[in-house]
């Protein structure tokens, strides 16, 4: 969603709510119109302009219907902007950090960060290709009266990186 610009880019391109639902509206239809209700694939003006109504069934749903941000009590710019945060650092942030910098409860940043990663899990379609290194390691403590690395209860944890080409050229690792 946000990869490839910084923070101030971020800011420049999304300084209002209407930004925001702007953007979600050009995604939504940059694959076509599909009606929430009956899928019918013709749409009009619904009652405000970030509503879209349905020409067959006259169903009204909003730009952030059926996405991330539908029903998002935060506010659409500060939840654009926390989903920006989450998803372009590599470590991520701590719902602590989050609530802090954005002035919100913890367990509303604890929530929205783990909305927000349930919608950045991969849906599988996009498999690892290329050169992609493997390795396995066991995980768990020492199990008392077992003899060796394998015994006891402990978890085999397999690991899959892709290698890929920066826009230098060198090596660098891409998804896991």
Known sequence: MFSGISI????????TEQDCLKYILDKKLAGGYSCLKCQGNQYGKGRK????RCKKCGYDASATAGTLFHKCKLGLLKAFEMAFRVSVRKKGMSSCELSKEFGCQ????WLWKAKIQEAMKSSGKHPLSGAVEVDEFLLGGFSEGERGRTHGSKDLVVLAIEKVKDKKGKITIGRA
């Open 106 to 109: 913890q367990r509303s940043a």
């Open 49 to 52: 302009w970030n509503y879209l």
């Open 8 to 15: 101030n880019e971020f800011r420049e391109k999304f300084k």
